[in-house]
């Protein structure tokens, strides 16, 4: 798999979400190894599952390129523009200790998705995003001090109305001003929000930090209509050599839906 490396988005948790690996931990571990994956990326809830799953990774041989954080926020209702600034604060205490964890265990970032709330819950847009603004110029100045990444997620309209475009992930990061905020670009959301998707990467550049492969149906790359080697074509055009992480609904089963995508990244690669 020239110029990038593959991961897969995996939970040792109950999860309420559907786009992630939830079977057995060490045998989702086996299957990506087995398949010549580089890394696992772990979407938990407790800072302490994060050291669990590092170790267990370890022992495969494969790394955390990103650390998911939207449990929080499904589980618990955790979220960083919620109008109780009580909730806020449990908001901003979790992934401060995921930070910590991650800088702990040499994960390649944290990711604030679904965390940063709905936009709905505060009294207006435009406060949810001033809230934000705020939460993410603490957690990042953090972040910094750790020496960790974090991933921001432009989210499709349906989940959030905070961030859904490169173009507003871009502004965000602008106003921000801090050199460990990233964008972590999703071709599920971007498949819905952008009008050109290979157009949008090229111009976040070298602001992505991460990446998420979904086909145009949450399924694995290939199920659906998204033209895979056209987009990574465009990944490529930024200089990205990171990872790219399937995060995907596991059908029709675990095994099929990671070698899919790792064949859709070595078809799609092979002429770059």
Do not use: W
């Given at each position: 798999?020239?110029?990038?490396?593959?991961?897969?988005?995996?939970?040792?948790?109950?999860?309420?979400?559907?786009?992630?690996?939830?079977?057995?931990?060490?045998?989702?571990?086996?299957?990506?190894?087995?398949?010549?994956?580089?890394?696992?990326?772990?979407?938990?809830?407790?800072?302490?599952?994060?050291?669990?799953?590092?170790?267990?990774?370890?022992?495969?041989?494969?790394?955390?390129?990103?650390?998911g954080t939207g449990l929080n926020?499904?589980?618990?209702g955790l979220s960083l523009t919620?109008?109780?600034?009580?909730?806020?604060?449990?908001?901003?205490?979790?992934?401060?200790?995921?930070?910590?964890?991650?800088?702990?265990?040499?994960?390649?970032?944290?990711?604030?998705?679904?965390?940063?709330?709905?936009?709905?819950?505060?009294?207006?847009?435009?406060?949810a995003y001033e809230l934000l603004?705020?939460?993410?110029?603490?957690?990042?100045?953090?972040?910094?001090?750790?020496?960790?990444?974090?991933?921001?997620?432009?989210?499709?309209?349906?989940?959030?109305?905070?961030?859904?475009?490169?173009?507003?992930?871009?502004?965000?990061?602008?106003?921000?001003?801090?050199?460990?905020?990233?964008?972590?670009?999703?071709?599920?959301?971007?498949?819905?929000?952008?009008?050109?998707?290979?157009?949008?990467?090229?111009?976040?550049?070298?602001?992505?930090?991460?990446?998420?492969?979904?086909?145009?149906?949450?399924?694995?790359?290939?199920?659906?209509?998204?033209?895979?080697?056209?987009?990574?074509?465009?990944?490529?055009?930024?200089?990205?050599?990171?990872?790219?992480?399937?995060?995907?609904?596991?059908?029709?089963?675990?095994?099929?839906?990671?070698?899919?995508?790792?064949?859709?990244?070595?078809?799609?690669?092979?002429?770059?």
């Open positions: 798999m020239p110029r990038f490396k593959a991961a897969m988005v995996a939970t040792p948790v109950k999860a309420r979400f559907e786009a992630v690996a939830k079977e057995d931990f060490a045998k989702v571990l086996a299957i990506l190894k087995g398949l010549d994956f580089d890394g696992v990326e772990v979407s938990v809830l407790e800072p302490e599952q994060l050291v669990f799953s590092a170790a267990m990774a370890k022992e495969y041989s494969l790394e955390i390129p990103a650390v926020f499904l589980h618990y919620h109008p109780d600034p009580g909730v806020r604060g449990r908001a901003q205490e979790r992934l401060k200790q995921l930070i910590d964890a991650a800088a702990r265990v040499g994960a390649g970032g944290v990711i604030i998705g679904l965390i940063r709330g709905r936009g709905d819950e505060a009294p207006s847009l435009e406060a603004k705020g939460q993410l110029a603490e957690l990042c100045a953090h972040a910094e001090r750790q020496g960790v990444r974090l991933f921001l997620e432009p989210l499709n309209r349906y989940e959030s109305r905070l961030v859904n475009t490169v173009a507003d992930g871009l502004r965000l990061l602008d106003e921000i001003g801090c050199g460990a905020l990233y964008l972590l670009l999703d071709t599920f959301h971007m498949n819905i929000e952008e009008r050109v998707v290979e157009d949008s990467i090229r111009q976040a550049g070298t602001r992505i930090g991460h990446f998420h492969i979904a086909d145009s149906n949450r399924l694995a790359p290939g199920l659906g209509h998204l033209n895979f080697g056209s987009i990574l074509a465009a990944l490529a055009d930024t200089g990205y050599t990171g990872y790219v992480s399937a995060e995907v609904i596991v059908k029709p089963d675990l095994e099929t839906a990671a070698r899919l995508t790792a064949n859709v990244l070595r078809v799609a690669t092979s002429g770059l």
